[in-house]
């Protein structure tokens, strides 16, 4: 090769060729601007029919729901974080019998609705009164506040423990093998070692079942639990006005959103070594 053909800069690529205007970019389009129509309407809707007297009078309602909705959906996540445990070690477990026990829990509470497990505890079990009441549990199963908590612990220690048996199982089979060969027992083994890893990789996905769990926490206001939906159908039922609606859809939105940058602020703060 010559001189004078190694001093010729080399030839940029040709431009790509512009994208076509394909009937789903189309759709996608018009889609978008439906929604946009759709959500400027409704804002103007709602500040044009605001209503400050209402908003004074069932305000503290709204909050004191909202104060209820938090305290389910984190005693509920709590409890079944500490009850997944023991499911995980079943499904894990090399004995048929708790392996198959664990797993038809698991598979139960996440094969069937939330609502109707709800519906099973708190009008189901109130067929069992007698007994309930002859081994003195009737106390709490009559309550629908506890009807609710039972259920949502359930539920959420079923998603959880698959969850955290997935980060168990992500673990690289060498840490098992380092662990063992520095001769720690296998229980110290598995905390020590297996379980924060696991836990690293499964904090995402406890962050989507803890905001699954505060939407789906609405369906307790069927059974008369008056959480954050339970004090807005009262409302509703008073004024027939939507806007209830809407402030609790509003409500709901910021309890995701708080989350959502809660859960992102925590996952990058306990990552932070891994992207070094």
């Known amino acids: 090769m010559s001189i004078a053909e190694t001093m010729i ?17 189309f759709l996608g389009s018009v889609t978008l601007g439906i929604w946009l129509a759709l959500g400027v309407g409704i804002f103007f809707t709602v500040v044009e029919g605001w209503d400050p007297e209402k908003f004074s009078r069932y305000g503290p309602s709204f ?22 445990l023991p499911v995980v070690l079943g499904r894990m477990s090399k004995h048929k019998f708790w392996s198959w026990l664990a797993y038809a829990y698991v598979y139960f509470f996440r094969g069937t609705p939330l609502i109707t497990q709800l519906f099973l505890v708190y009008y189901g079990l109130g067929s069992f009164r007698p007994q309930l009441d002859a081994i003195g549990l009737w106390w709490f199963f009559r309550d629908a506040w506890n009807c609710a908590l039972f259920t949502f612990t359930l539920n959420t220690a079923a998603y959880q423990a698959e969850i955290l ?19 720690l027992p ?12 696991a836990m690293i ?11 699954l769990m505060v939407k789906g926490s609405a369906i307790v206001a069927i059974v008369t639990v008056f959480d954050l939906m339970g004090e807005t159908r009262r409302a509703f039922s008073r004024t027939f006005d939507y806007q209830m609606y809407v402030w609790a859809a509003v409500l709901y939105l910021l309890i995701v959103e708080v ?3 809660v859960w992102g602020w925590l996952e990058a703060r306990l990552t932070r070594h891994l992207k070094r």
């Open 201 to 211: 990789v499964a904090l995402r996905p406890y962050g989507n079942e803890i905001i």
């Open 165 to 183: 048996r997935g980060a168990i199982e992500s673990v690289p089979r060498g840490q098992h093998e380092g662990a063992a060969a520095l001769g």
């Open 63 to 84: 909050l004191s729901g909202l104060g209820v909705t938090l305290m389910l959906v984190t005693s509920s996540i709590l409890m079944g974080a500490i009850l997944s």
């Open 259 to 261: 989350l959502r940058n």
């Open 9 to 25: 800069p080399p030839q940029a690529p040709p431009p790509a060729p512009p994208r076509p205007y394909t009937l789903s970019r």
């Open 186 to 197: 296998e229980r110290v083994a598995f905390f020590k070692v297996i379980l924060p890893q």
